[in-house]
């Protein structure tokens, strides 16, 4: 079975530019988080989906940043305008039900911004 | 909003011999779960094993074994007869509230 999917893998760009960072969870899986990791924070908690709803954005870290999820399969996560600030390592991560269920992690994209 | 410590940054291992990682933890609520994860060098975030509160037994999986003191708010994840390919970054998450809550991580690095 395939695992969380990401796309890119990388991603280079220039500060004030939008990126976009893509997500596909396992198939069957109701939850979809989303994670930040830099060296300064640690891996933190941006927003979850439950059935393609949001259910928290509260560790979103301002307004430049916004998540959607058109369907089961699909997420995206975006930036614009982007800022150096956000360079960082973006995971998807899905589980199967909320609870002590496991959250099983995507590669994650590695996003540089100039 | 819980409170997650790892106490090691970095830590050095003989191969076959086994390491023993710390974590502890701040709650209050007496329902909650504890995990961790392994990031090797190529940075993939890898499931290891799990624990819940009410679990009355420690977990295991194959060689990793989590040494759970509800009383201590400790949840110790140990390797046994490490390997080379066990050199990664080691983090200790907390699930509680509908989140996962993470350490800031344990380098640890198996020596031939």
């Known amino acids: 079975d395939a695992g969380v999917i990401q796309s890119p893998r990388h991603e280079v760009t220039e500060m004030g530019q939008e990126v976009t960072l893509r997500c596909k969870p396992i198939s069957g899986h109701d939850y979809l988080f989303w994670y930040r990791q830099t060296m300064m924070r640690g891996l933190e908690l941006l927003i979850y989906?439950?059935?393609?709803?949001?259910?928290?954005d509260s560790g979103m870290p301002e307004d430049r940043f916004s998540a959607k999820m058109p369907n089961a399969s699909f997420s995206t996560l975006k930036i614009q305008p982007s800022e150096p600030r956000d360079s960082a390592v973006y995971f998807c991560?899905?589980?199967?039900?909320?609870?002590?269920?496991?959250?099983?992690f995507g590669p994650g994209t590695r996003l540089l911004v100039l | 909003a819980q409170k997650i410590t790892q106490t090691q940054p970095g830590m050095f291992v003989q191969e076959k011999e086994a390491v023993t990682l710390d974590c502890t933890y701040d709650t209050s609520d007496p329902s909650y779960g504890l995990f961790w994860y392994k990031q090797p060098s190529s940075g993939e975030m890898i499931f290891l094993i799990y624990?819940?509160?009410?679990?009355?037994q420690n977990a295991t999986e194959g060689r990793y074994s989590l040494n759970f003191q509800k009383a201590r708010k400790s949840a110790n994840l140990v390797i046994s007869a490490s390997q080379l390919g066990d050199s990664a970054m080691y983090f200790c998450a907390f699930f509680n509230d509908y989140k996962l809550s993470f350490g800031a991580g344990t380098t640890v690095t198996v020596r031939a």
């Open positions: 991560a899905s589980s199967l039900i909320q609870g002590q269920e496991t959250q099983y």
């Open positions: 624990q819940g509160s009410y679990d009355q």
């Open positions: 989906f439950n059935n393609n709803v949001p259910i928290d």
